[in-house]
């Protein structure tokens, strides 16, 4: 609940930002422009977010003849956090990484990078794998997406304010003056960045807790944290460095900080997140292992196939 509370001021605050702008920017009907433009660039993001997202990372479908075992453990995986089986992709990169997206647990999807594929134990694609369901029970991918738009359009507004000249609906130049009008374009995207950050950050802790209890074993997930930000050092995403507003969906943060991206990280440190799910690890096992009771099917194995790297490598 508080993490929801402060999902939700945090919100509020940047759609207040937003049409604060808007009124700085053209007074009452500046006001009345950034609130409409607010509503249809979050009604869009509502409806076509998960294609916009999965288009731009050139995901491809993949169906349960193409990777058996990976749909039985999603399925499985779906079916404990009470969830309907989510459309699952698979995006040819080398950089180990997932993301959900989709507007609600019904139009959502998981996408995984090959990269993780090929590193990682079924034990550790399951815990990855929970992450991302947490993140759809929750409905953090529409949160994400409508904040990433709201801090979009604010730095869409700004500039255009600057551009215009920040006159108000008289006429006249707004009280700012041309310096107030530059640093309306300088700290009111830096401004939302911060709160989309916040909003980030929050939420990815909340689905690590709830993904290590879908799960069944928070070390699963602690481990394929480790192996995520181990592996990703030095292996550039170029997609996610051509889209970085894209970086809060991914499970770690896939930018490779070359630029200033390391200053606005949209995900809390990944030794924290490991911290707290080991302390959350039972005194002794409560859940089967991935080839034993539930979790059994054909080829349960700590890898991939049988020692072979996966078939979309």
């Given at each position: 609940m508080a993490g929801t509370l402060r999902t939700a001021i945090l919100l509020a605050g940047l759609t207040a930002l937003f049409i604060g702008i808007g009124y700085a920017l053209g007074g009452g009907q500046g006001m009345v422009i950034a609130f409409l433009l607010a509503c249809g660039t979050n009604l869009w993001a509502w409806w076509n977010s998960d294609r916009v997202v999965l288009s731009m990372h050139n995901a491809q479908p993949i169906t349960p003849a193409e990777a058996p075992r990976l749909f039985a453990i999603v399925r499985q995986l779906a079916d404990r956090a009470g969830l309907p089986m989510p459309a699952l992709y698979v995006i040819h990169e080398d950089q180990p990484n997932a993301f959900a997206t989709g507007r609600d647990p019904e139009h959502a999807a998981v996408a995984v990078n090959t990269g993780l594929l090929d590193l990682m134990s079924e034990e550790e694609v399951a815990g990855v794998v929970a992450h991302e369901l947490a993140?759809?029970?929750?409905?953090?991918?529409?949160?994400?997406?409508?904040?990433?738009?709201?801090?979009?359009?604010?730095?869409?507004?700004?500039?255009?304010?600057?551009?215009?000249?920040?006159?108000?609906?008289?006429?006249?130049?707004?009280?700012?003056?041309?310096i107030g009008a530059l640093l309306l374009v300088i700290v009111g995207p830096i401004a939302a960045m911060l709160?989309?950050?916040?909003?980030?950050?929050?939420?990815?802790?909340?689905?690590?807790r709830l993904g290590a209890g879908i799960c069944g074993d928070p070390r699963w997930l602690a481990r394929g944290l480790e192996k995520l930000e181990h592996y990703k050092q030095g292996i550039v995403n170029p997609t996610a460095e051509a889209h970085p507003a894209s970086a809060h969906l991914f499970i770690v943060n896939p930018l490779s900080g070359l630029r200033m991206d390391s200053l606005f990280t949209t995900h809390p440190p990944t030794e924290e997140r490991i911290r707290r799910l080991l302390a959350m690890v039972p005194p002794a096992p409560s859940r089967p292992a991935l080839g034993e009771g539930p979790w059994a099917g054909p080829a349960a194995s700590s890898q991939w196939g049988s020692g072979r790297r996966n078939p979309w490598g």
């Amino acid at each position: 609940m508080a993490g929801t509370l402060r999902t939700a001021i945090l919100l509020a605050g940047l759609t207040a930002l937003f049409i604060g702008i808007g009124y700085a920017l053209g007074g009452g009907q500046g006001m009345v422009i950034a609130f409409l433009l607010a509503c249809g660039t979050n009604l869009w993001a509502w409806w076509n977010s998960d294609r916009v997202v999965l288009s731009m990372h050139n995901a491809q479908p993949i169906t349960p003849a193409e990777a058996p075992r990976l749909f039985a453990i999603v399925r499985q995986l779906a079916d404990r956090a009470g969830l309907p089986m989510p459309a699952l992709y698979v995006i040819h990169e080398d950089q180990p990484n997932a993301f959900a997206t989709g507007r609600d647990p019904e139009h959502a999807a998981v996408a995984v990078n090959t990269g993780l594929l090929d590193l990682m134990s079924e034990e550790e694609v399951a815990g990855v794998v929970a992450h991302e369901l947490a993140h759809i029970r929750h409905r953090d991918t529409l949160i994400m997406t409508v904040t990433a738009t709201l801090a979009g359009a604010i730095g869409m507004l700004a500039q255009f304010g600057f551009l215009f000249g920040g006159r108000a609906e008289d006429g006249r130049r707004n009280p700012f003056g041309p310096i107030g009008a530059l640093l309306l374009v300088i700290v009111g995207p830096i401004a939302a960045m911060l709160v989309q950050m916040a909003i980030s950050r929050s939420r990815e802790y909340e689905a690590d807790r709830l993904g290590a209890g879908i799960c069944g074993d928070p070390r699963w997930l602690a481990r394929g944290l480790e192996k995520l930000e181990h592996y990703k050092q030095g292996i550039v995403n170029p997609t996610a460095e051509a889209h970085p507003a894209s970086a809060h969906l991914f499970i770690v943060n896939p930018l490779s900080g070359l630029r200033m991206d390391s200053l606005f990280t949209t995900h809390p440190p990944t030794e924290e997140r490991i911290r707290r799910l080991l302390a959350m690890v039972p005194p002794a096992p409560s859940r089967p292992a991935l080839g034993e009771g539930p979790w059994a099917g054909p080829a349960a194995s700590s890898q991939w196939g049988s020692g072979r790297r996966n078939p979309w490598g």
